[in-house]
């Protein structure tokens, strides 16, 4: 079990549970978010619940600038890390994403280019360590375009490819790079949505990150079933899927 | 809007549920929702306290961080979403254990708190609210009362069994009661008449924290009541945990599983095979406090009609009178229930205005709704009750009329000066009218 931890986007709620896991394992854990009060309920909340030692960094993903002062100080808390996980987005409004070009750009700015930011970084302290695993939440939205989200999936397809080719790249060098592929969960970003059977509580999801940061390999559907849902929604040709409502 | 019920499935009525997840904005989406709302923790309550039909209810279960443990005094702080069973599992491996449990792990500390839970240690430790040091208490207007028994006094009296009617529970602190380990040693032993069960009871209060008894429903035709008392204390070392792992009732059956039938078998059975079992032994905890537990959703076994739990109290005075009286109602009416419980409680006085226990002797039963018969039943129980100047569990309550309500808990009237305006429930309406 990874004993030293970096979680960027720590107030979502998958990367909550993912942290209460390592916690109970009695990790050490370094909290990174934009909001202060939420990130110190969350650190207090893993002290009592068994981690050996909890910091908090204060980071707004957009603010590239300030990316490699507050990772360079994260490393420097407990001498590296075993293992990270990359957690921060948000889901635009489609509807106005079509509207605005900006809101369309601005959603990809935090979902996909300030997270290529931030694994360009992991990755070169990851390799000069030459252990550890880094774990990036995507999405099967990112698998194929779809009317009701293709600006979140075009963003979390950017990630997908960007997590495959640094997993290419690092293989040869002690260090896993997981790509997480969450189906519908139940947190407050989907808090809208109307729930039914195919939707799983982030404590399933969060079991199967630690499991693969543990020893996993590659691309991580979870709950598993959305491997296949996905495998065929991505052989399903153009001409029936320009039809389809999903 | 989606369909909630509460433990007893009596209505499946829809509600517009509001998930609280973090203390700091809590306020903000409280204030943005439509009221009266209600706050609702996990739904482990029986009758209508945790319901309000056709309205919001703010769920505090996404409230479950932990604020603060020190391990070496026992006092822990938490939101108010957390579970008694999360916090055993942070807790009893550094040596605590909460100092008051009900007889489920499944109740949220909020929960706790607004029903003032107690549990087969009362006539020891009281109830729950008696080891709150503090709550912080989030109003409708957005107002946040910090109270405990030293500091704001009679807010903290209010709210402490105020059935979430005073505002919502952002968080306590609570002392927790140290321990060696997660073993109970226990005795039981059977009894034939209710004299016999007051004599064990008298008996084993010094020497046993936990005492509680079951009783055997389908023996009250023959007159005296039949049963076993339990008794147990926390010991240092005992069997494994159990490996057992929990189950779940896949679905409603079209009728209950609970009949008449079953019922008799089953008491007969558990009368036998406790009566022959050993005096005495070492069980885990789980077993101990939470039979029920590993049965997840055992409440569906009452069909899709749901059932009523029935618990009252008594004053030690009128105590034998109008348990005997209670029990040969019930043999009169052919209903009886799977588990019947009989308990003493202690004289302490409780933390809050509308606490349960008083110092007598409490009964708890449950009953397939069978509709009109079974209300009548339920009707004839509550009347029993207020001749004898006791008071019924509003934690397990769907029925009792507005008149036992005000006699069983004279602080209603200054209690109601504390409600938050925002808040209403099903309960409340029923009782009170807002």
Redo the contacts between chains.
């Keep these: 079990m990874p004993q030293r931890i970096l979680v960027v986007g720590a107030t979502s709620?998958i990367a909550h549970a993912v942290s209460r896991r390592f916690a109970a394992a009695h990790a050490s854990i370094v909290l990174v978010g934009r909001r202060a009060?939420?990130l110190e309920?969350?650190a207090?909340?893993l002290?009592?619940?068994?981690a050996a030692d909890v910091r908090v960094a204060l980071l707004d993903a957009r603010d590239l600038p300030r990316h490699a002062e507050v990772i360079a100080d994260a490393f420097a808390a407990f001498g590296g890390f075993d293992a990270a996980l990359v957690a921060w987005g948000v889901l635009p409004d489609q509807a106005a994403s079509e509207r605005s070009a900006e809101i369309a750009v601005a959603a990809f700015d935090t979902n996909a280019r300030s997270v290529i930011a931030l694994l360009t970084d992991l990755a070169n302290r990851f390799e000069s360590q030459g252990q550890g695993a880094i774990a990036v939440l995507s999405s099967p939205a990112g698998d194929r375009g779809r009317a009701s989200n293709y600006v979140y999936g075009a963003a979390k397809a950017a990630v997908t490819v960007f997590a495959s080719g640094l997993r290419n790249r690092l293989h040869t060098k002690g260090v896993r790079v997981l790509t997480i592929e969450p189906g519908f969960v139940d947190t407050?970003m989907t808090?809208s949505f109307k729930k039914g059977p195919l939707w799983a509580r982030p404590e399933r999801v969060a079991e199967d990150i630690v499991r693969a940061l543990d020893h996993g390999f590659g691309v991580v559907y979870t709950p598993w079933f959305w491997r296949w849902i996905m495998a065929i929604i991505r052989l399903v040709p153009e001409r029936v899927f320009v039809r389809l409502k999903l | 809007m989606r369909p909630v019920s509460s433990w007893g499935r009596l209505s499946r009525d829809l509600h517009e549920v509001v998930?609280l997840?973090?203390?700091?904005s809590a306020g903000k989406r409280i204030a943005e929702s439509r009221q009266p709302g209600l706050p609702f923790g996990n739904g482990r309550s029986y009758g209508d306290v945790c319901l309000n039909a056709g309205g919001i209810l703010w769920a505090t279960r996404?409230l479950d961080?932990?604020?603060?443990?020190d391990d070496r005094t026992g006092v822990?702080e938490?939101e108010a979403g957390v579970t008694l069973k999360e916090v055993i599992d942070?807790a009893l491996p550094r040596g605590w254990f909460p100092a008051v449990t009900p007889g489920t792990q499944w109740v949220t500390v909020g929960g706790a708190v607004a029903n003032d839970v107690h549990g087969k240690n009362h006539h020891r430790n009281g109830c729950f609210g008696d080891h709150v040091e503090s709550l912080t208490l989030l109003r409708t207007d957005g107002s946040r009362i910090v109270c405990g028994p030293g500091l704001e006094p009679e807010w903290f009296r209010a709210t402490v069994g105020g059935l979430g009617l005073t505002g919502l529970v952002l968080a306590a602190r609570f002392r927790l009661r140290p321990v060696a380990g997660p073993w109970i040693e226990c005795e039981r032993h059977a009894f034939q008449s209710l004299e016999q069960f007051f004599a064990l009871s008298d008996a084993s209060i010094q020497e046993w924290e936990y005492t509680v008894s079951w009783i055997d429903c389908g023996s009250l035709r023959e007159g005296e009541p039949r049963g076993i008392f339990f008794a147990g204390n926390h010991v240092g070392s005992g069997e494994e945990a159990p490996t057992r792992p929990s189950r779940r009732v896949p679905f409603t059956p079209p009728m209950p599983l609970v009949n008449r039938l079953s019922m008799r078998a089953f008491n007969a059975l558990y009368y036998r095979v406790n009566r022959a079992g050993p005096e005495r032994s070492t069980k885990h905890y789980q077993p101990f406090f939470y039979p029920l537990d590993t049965l997840l959703e055992w409440n569906r076994l009452y069909g899709p009609r749901g059932f009523y739990q029935f618990q009252c109290v008594v004053p030690t005075a009128n105590q034998e009178a109008a348990v005997r009286e209670l029990l040969q109602a019930i043999a009169g009416s052919g209903q009886g229930s799977f588990l019947s419980v009989l308990k003493t409680f202690g004289a302490r006085p409780a933390a809050g205005m509308l606490s349960f226990p008083m110092a007598g002797t409490t009964l708890a039963l449950d009953f397939p709704n069978l509709g009109p018969t079974t209300l009548a039943l339920l009707q004839r129980l509550c009347a029993i009750v207020d001749a004898a100047d006791g008071r019924v569990y509003p934690a397990k309550d769907a029925f009792m009329p507005a008149g036992l309500l005000l006699h069983g808990y004279p602080e209603w009237q200054d209690f109601s000066h504390f409600r938050d305006p925002g808040i209403s429930s099903q309960m409340s309406r029923r009782l009170v009218g807002h």
């Design positions: 709620a009060e939420a309920a969350n207090s909340d002290r009592v619940r068994g407050p808090a | 998930d997840d973090e203390a700091g996404g961080r932990f604020l603060a443990f822990i938490c942070v």
